[in-house]
């Protein structure tokens, strides 16, 4: 079967999983079944963007069938990769660095079209069929057609890739079903527990400020260390800039220009910001909070151009704050859980979670270590009872659930998904090996009339 994980990102900007599915192909039909299943698990509803790679099945039916309200965007690293073996090796030598730049250094839709169609033109590219597919399908990768909705800052599916060669780590092909949900559950309580780490310096660390600007220490003590260290960067880098311009006026909004010297010091780089004035809200065009959800260097830069000391809640996503947990919860019936509020509640949950799946997965492994604690745990519950009484702490009732007596699995046959266990190749590494090792000496790059090793012999 084949693993197929749904992949974020955490308040820490930890890469986390939020849900998994078994799939015993890569069908059209098996996705659509697993994002329905996801969106059933996930109360707050469909995600805003999701991010992968260019496969039919997934792109351009079970996404836009399941989620025709979330951006559908395609990895742009897969992408570029391809440009070299797509244009051949003359061409993309030549003009892939220019392709390259109008992708990622673009400002705006009208800047992109006019540098990407320069670029094939120089290239005499107009007819090519892969470039003409990929930009029809410019909004699907292009970061200024995209970067109007918040991403966490990711552009590409490395997350995933890198998620899959962690739980490489854990897993094996000759796991056994059981077996590997076993050890994919040990996974998934190392991720948690890397969190709780996280949570634990939260709690317990404060960051050193680099400037005296106010809005540095409201931060830190508002988002995780990780985001802070971003955000901390922003500021720095909003140093840099030296003039703030009004550019244009209305009665609705006004429009400036930031302005900044640049490396050579004789030229200005320049970004606009357009502050509405009825709701105090400063959009820059650089995207950056947008997508990332933090304060841009420019943002920062405005605001105190304006006297602004501290930063405005509507730049403060709770997503990113020490307190992102804290909230609604749901139980596995789709029921609220009530008196969840208590940030300490919440981890004093998770590190018992945490504990006791460890010593289920040990106990389960004989009969005899799991009458044990099962024995010990029906003594412990009586304990913990009595305790509570005592305390004064009303009891949870919990909705029993019928369980069969026995449950039968069978092993499922073996599915390999596309492209697993394969890294992207070049058309140089391709090249190479299909070079054939002479007998004589294994190496490759001549024949049995240049072979040393054959002369010699011979």
């Keep these: 079967m084949i693993f197929a994980p749904i992949t974020g990102v955490n308040h820490h900007g930890q890469t986390i999983v939020f849900g998994y599915g078994l799939l015993s192909d890569e069908k059209t039909e098996s996705f659509i079944w697993l994002l329905e299943q996801w969106l059933k698990a996930m109360p707050s509803g469909p995600p805003k963007v999701i991010i992968t790679d260019q496969d039919q099945a997934i792109a351009k039916k079970a996404i836009a069938q399941v989620l025709p309200h979330t951006l559908h965007r395609f990895c742009i690293w897969h992408i570029m990769f391809k440009f070299r073996d797509k244009l051949g090796l003359v061409i993309a030598q030549s003009y892939y660095g220019l392709f390259k730049n109008s992708v990622y250094n673009s400002k705006t839709r009208e800047e992109f079209e006019a540098s990407w169609k320069n670029v094939v033109q120089q290239s005499k590219q107009e007819n090519h069929v892969w470039l003409t597919t990929m930009y029809e399908l410019r909004s699907r990768w292009i970061p200024t057609f995209c970067n109007h909705i918040f991403h966490a800052g990711m552009q590409s599916s490395q997350r995933v890739e890198s998620n899959h060669s962690f739980f490489k780590t854990f897993v094996s092909l000759n796991n056994s079903l059981l077996d590997f949900a076993t050890k994919i559950k040990r996974g998934l309580g190392q991720q948690r527990h890397e969190k709780l780490i996280r949570d634990h310096i939260d709690s317990n660390e404060i960051p050193k400020t680099k400037t005296y600007y106010p809005i540095e220490k409201q931060m830190r003590e508002v988002y995780t260390k990780e985001i802070f260290l971003r955000f901390q960067d922003q500021v720095v880098k909003s140093t840099a800039y030296l003039k703030c311009e009004t550019l244009k006026e209305d009665e609705h909004e006004c429009v400036y220009t930031v302005l900044r010297a640049a490396d050579d010091e004789q030229s200005w780089k320049v970004r606009q910001i357009i502050h509405d004035k009825v709701s105090g809200f400063a959009k820059c065009s650089c995207g950056g909070f947008e997508v990332e959800g933090i304060a841009c260097r420019h943002i920062i830069f405005f605001l105190r151009s304006i006297n602004i000391v501290h930063l405005p809640n509507e730049y403060i996503l709770d997503r990113w704050t020490k307190n992102a947990k804290v909230g ?94 394969k890294r992207l190749k070049s058309s140089k590494e391709i090249a190479m090996s299909k070079q054939k090792n002479y007998g004589k000496c294994g190496r490759t790059g001549h024949n049995i009339k240049t072979c040393g090793k054959h002369n010699t012999e011979g």
């Excluded at 799946?357 to 009872?385: C, M, N």
């Excluded at 009303?394 to 596309?418: F, M, N």
């Design 328 to 421: 609604r919860v749901w139980d596995d019936d789709g029921i609220e859980v009530r008196d969840v509020g208590d940030k300490s509640l919440i981890m004093r949950y998770i590190q018992l979670s945490q504990l006791s799946q460890v010593v289920i997965d040990e106990a389960s492994l004989s009969e005899e270590s799991t009458k044990y604690i099962t024995d010990g745990l029906h003594s412990l519950r009586l304990g913990i009872k009595e305790l509570l009484t005592s305390l004064g702490v009303e009891e949870v009732l919990v909705t029993k659930k019928r369980i069969p007596q026995q449950i039968l699995i069978e092993e499922p046959s073996q599915s390999k998904a596309k492209g697993s266990g």
